[in-house]
């Protein structure tokens, strides 16, 4: 069992590049693969960003819609996820959550096995 605490949303302007950040619990934490999801209102929750565990290599991957804006990185000594956010956009706004999957590999579309709480970024024009 592993518990995710998201941070470093809020209200931001167009253009603004934050980081939010993971952080989990537990003792084995460069063993999960992790992801990034996000849900604007009224929209299905989408996936934003996902980074394999450290025996898989930590590869990265990206939505289209995020691809060149956003990095998804790790720090496993400080058992935390984040997620750097360049120039954001309006329609960047959504709550975003984090995520761990026991697997671990690269290239998983399963499940994911734990979930943060979210945290809200509003992007203002």
């Known amino acids: 069992q592993v518990q995710l605490v998201e941070s470093g949303g809020g209200l931001v302007q167009a253009g603004d590049s934050p980081r939010l950040s993971c952080a989990a619990s537990g003792r084995t934490f460069s063993r999960y693969g992790l992801g990034w999801f996000r849900q604007a209102p009224g929209k299905a929750r989408e996936f934003v960003a996902a980074i394999s565990a450290s025996w898989a290599g930590g590869v990265t991957y990206y939505a289209d819609s995020v691809k060149g804006r956003f990095t998804i990185s790790r720090a496993n000594a400080k058992n935390t996820v984040y997620l750097q956010m360049n120039s954001l956009k309006p329609e960047d706004t959504a709550a975003y959550y984090c995520?761990?999957?026991?697997?671990?590999?690269?290239?998983?579309?399963?499940?994911?096995?734990?979930w943060g709480q979210g945290t809200q970024v509003t992007v203002s024009s």
């Open positions: 995520a761990a999957h026991e697997s671990g590999r690269t290239n998983y579309t399963g499940a994911y096995d734990y």
